[in-house]
């Protein structure tokens, strides 16, 4: 068994050697699929990120009336708890909301004299609600309308709520966000298949050359494996290579693109790259394993009747 | 050992009729050599007993096998049997000859161990001891038939196959090749060879089968050539 294994990859590396030139065409294929798909790995992270990132600062707002009594708005909050999409309700007492106004405005002169010329708090008290998906505001946001719509005309409770000016960001970021995931998927798939092609074509000639090696091994009662084996391990000697090569190349992307990355989406590409070293390089190497053995294999069995 | 049942072989739905109704016996241990005009039918005949061609009609048994009903992941297996030597040599143009005959023994699995004992045992056998690290090149033609012969026997099969191994030699080389596959045989192994030449059938004294359009005309134990 072992010794089959060593005379396997001796045959494999020397097919690969001896077909050097086509050898590096193919890698160079398997390079730029492997490059897109580590992209897409890397993109998709920051994308995720980003989305989290704003997913987190999505909340919708329910304002209360200044006059509303306490009781009701923590009752308020006990009920919108219940609700099994939400995850978090804040309470913003009027007095919070004034501290926090006064700070927000610590620096406007004029507006600190004209609520000083109020003399009364006119802020309401506020809720925020924090669902758990971006999608279930909706729901939360139509319970709050019907809640609203029962409430006792003489004694008001809620003012306004902020869902309906958010609720068109929140879809339009959503929608972004998968657009330029398919988009990416769709290029990826493209690439394989062209790789898969491009390889399974480089596989041939490597046959074609050694048909004559071929057609002594099946006369002397070579196994099938043993003629295939080489063919094979030289598809994933391609996708290793690839890999590595692939992995080197997103080295300075990264770290040119970093503190941009940083900057813009709060989220370092330059530190997921080396935190996640062990991750991507079983996902792009692994990939170019399968690619390359995927397209041996293809190619052996339509071209070597064995 | 072998036995062909009434085999028939028709190409292009009844154009070209290779084999017809084809049946013979080979024992354990014959030489037998099959002769006829080009065309006659015997390259077919010898593909048909390493399942490289498919009969349209009839059986091919090798002891109490089918041949062709053998699974095809089993025909290695069965191919290991059979010794090929051809008129091409078929030799890889990029070893020696020692690798060349070590190679066989490598797509049989077997060890480096068996290896470094029995490629120079056979290497010997064809008297080419001396010559174990030229190149296919380097050597005569007579010289690459051997080598080939070395390779065909390396692997201990049961049968010996030479389609027209003097095909393309001088007639001292035919006459050297010709004696190591009777010494092959003098040591137990059966061997079928199909051949034009006349002297080395009339030389050999064995059993000649004689075709002629896909058909056996004569079966002698004793043959001459004659045609």
């Known amino acids: 068994m072992w010794t089959g294994f060593k005379r396997m990859v001796h045959a494999g590396f020397i097919g690969f050697w001896r077909n050097a030139y086509v050898s590096l065409a193919a890698v160079f294929v398997m ?222 992307i990264v770290l040119w693109l970093g503190p941009a990355t940083e900057g813009f989406f709060q989220f370092n590409i330059f530190s997921y790259y080396i935190g996640h070293f062990g991750y991507l390089f079983f996902v792009i190497v692994g990939s170019g394993i399968v690619l390359g053995a995927l397209a041996s294999i293809l190619a052996i069995t339509r071209y070597l009747r064995v | 050992m072998i036995y062909f049942d009434n085999v028939s072989k028709i190409y292009n739905g009844g154009d070209s009729i290779a084999l017809q109704n084809v049946t013979f016996q080979v024992a354990p241990q014959e030489f037998v ?68 005959v070590a190679f066989a023994m490598e797509a049989n699995g077997r060890t480096d161990e068996e290896i470094a004992e029995n490629v120079p045992q056979a290497l010997a056998l064809v008297d080419l001891s001396a010559k174990i690290l030229q190149f296919p090149h380097e050597l005569s033609g007579g010289e690459k038939q051997r080598v080939a012969i070395a390779r065909a026997i390396v692997n201990q099969p049961d049968i010996i196959i030479a389609d027209e191994p003097t095909g393309n030699l001088d007639p001292i080389a035919t006459y050297e090749v010709v004696q190591i596959l009777k010494k092959i045989n003098d040591l137990g192994t059966t061997v079928i060879m199909t051949t034009h030449n006349k002297g080395v059938i009339d030389a050999l004294g064995r059993r000649v089968i004689t075709m002629d359009e896909g058909k056996i005309i004569r079966d002698d134990s004793e043959g001459k050539y004659v045609l």
């Open chain 1, 31 to 252: 390079t730029v699929t492997l490059f897109v798909v580590g992209s897409v790995l890397l993109v998709g992270q920051l994308l995720n990120a980003s989305l989290v990132e704003i997913r987190d600062k999505v909340d919708i707002n329910v304002y209360m009336v200044p006059s509303a009594q306490e009781e009701d708005i923590v009752k308020l909050q006990t009920s919108l708890e219940a609700l099994p999409d939400v995850r978090e309700v804040t309470y913003t007492s009027r007095e919070e909301a004034l501290t926090a106004f006064q700070e927000r405005h610590k620096d406007d002169e004029l507006t600190i004299q004209a609520l000083d010329e109020l003399g009364d708090n006119p802020l309401g008290a506020s809720l925020a609600i924090r669902a758990a998906e971006t999608s279930q505001y909706e729901g939360i946001a139509n319970f709050i309308s019907d809640q609203q719509i029962n409430e006792d005309p003489a004694n008001p409770l809620i003012d306004r709520v902020n869902y309906f000016q958010n609720k068109e960001a929140i879809e339009k970021l959503t929608a972004i966000i998968g657009a330029v995931e398919r988009g990416s998927y769709i290029a990826m798939i493209i690439l394989v298949i062209a790789t898969v092609l491009i390889t399974l074509n480089t596989v041939r000639l490597a046959i074609f050359t050694s048909r004559e090696e071929i057609s002594v091994m099946r006369l002397v009662g070579a196994s099938n494996m043993f003629i295939r084996g080489p063919f094979i391990l030289q598809g994933i000697v391609y996708g290793i290579i690839a890999g590595v090569l692939t992995l080197l190349v997103l080295y300075p």
């Open chain 2, 33 to 100: 050599s099959i002769v006829g005009h080009s065309g006659a039918g015997k390259t077919t005949l010898l593909k048909m007993l390493i399942a490289e061609d498919f009969p349209t009609d009839g059986t091919v048994f090798f002891e109490s096998l089918n041949v062709h009903s053998i699974p095809r992941g089993q025909l290695p297996n069965f191919r290991r049997k059979i010794g090929t030597v051809f008129q091409d040599f078929k030799l890889l143009p990029h070893k020696t000859a020692w690798e060349n």
